[in-house]
């Protein structure tokens, strides 16, 4: 089944919440993402209201496109078709028992934010000045930025230990915080500006690199050292609920 071709963000919201219901009849973790991406994008349309962007009716568009390959990828891999490497490494895990929630968050992170959000960004500002897109380009990454904290609380009602751990153990925040803001900030950007200066026959190749190098990533998510795997198998031990309770109380 082709994934649907969304044109506003609130038509977003509503797709991503099928994703969340498909995930919780399925027992995926998939869901975990899907959970995490709504929120991000109900913020997103929070702050267009708001005038939080320099350009709302560009911001809408770009989250839109943004959102589009998150669904191209989900719809592509319900359906056993090819998806980037990226996201192929993401969604490889759901059949695995060992990471937790907070990994496949950040593999989605990782495809997302540092592939297809350089890419939506290029689309966008085809033609035009991509430098003019660079501080609502942050303030992307601002909301990413706030809602980890958030996440972090959220993980916390799985796992009530977890956020005595993250305090014990700053490796294990560190881990969080600099990968899924930092490293994606700036990673994503800097490939956008790359893309947008390579000429237009050179593009899927160029792309096809950059999501080599991204796939490769998922190695800082799932094997992050010794002493973050030692904390993170005992977290997944002693997690709460079912996939579906996981995802709700993202969600919540």
């Given at each position: ?14 797709l ?14 998939a ?23 320099d ?18 990828a ?7 078709a ?14 695995n ?9 950040l593999?989605?992170?990782?495809a ?7 890419i ?5 500002m ?5 430098d ?10 601002a ?31 560190d ?8 490293l ?38 799932l ?19 079912t ?6 109380k993202?969600?919540?």
């Amino acid at each position: 089944m082709p994934a649907p071709k969304p044109q506003t963000i609130d038509e977003v919201i509503d797709l991503l919440d099928h994703i969340i219901r498909v995930s919780e009849q399925n027992n995926d973790p998939a869901g975990y993402f899907a959970a995490l991406y709504q929120q991000v994008t109900i913020q997103v349309k929070e702050g267009i209201a708001n005038n939080f962007f320099d350009d709302s009716p560009r911001m809408e568009q770009l989250d839109v496109l943004f959102a589009q390959r998150y669904l191209d990828a989900w719809y592509a891999w319900q359906d056993g078709a090819a998806v980037t490497g990226s996201w192929q490494q993401a969604f490889a895990v759901s059949h695995n028992y060992w990471p937790i929630v907070l990994q496949h968050l950040l593999l989605g992170m990782n495809a997302h934010i540092n592939l297809d959000l350089g890419i939506a960004a290029t689309q966008i500002m085809a033609g035009k000045q991509l430098d003019d897109l660079h501080n609502d380009f942050n303030r992307i990454n601002a909301i990413l930025s706030s809602l980890v904290h958030e996440v972090q609380n959220k993980l916390s009602r799985i796992w009530p230990a977890l956020k005595y751990i993250l305090k014990w153990t700053g490796e294990v925040d560190d881990y969080l915080v600099d990968f899924s803001m930092q490293l994606a900030r700036d990673g994503a950007w800097k490939f956008a500006t790359q893309l947008h200066q390579t000429p237009p026959e050179q593009q899927a190749d160029f792309i096809g690199q950059r999501d080599q190098r991204v796939a490769t990533k998922v190695v800082v998510v799932l094997e992050p050292g010794l002493i973050a795997n030692t904390v993170l198998a005992m977290v997944r031990l002693t997690e709460r609920g079912t996939i579906p309770q996981k995802i709700k109380k993202l969600k919540a």
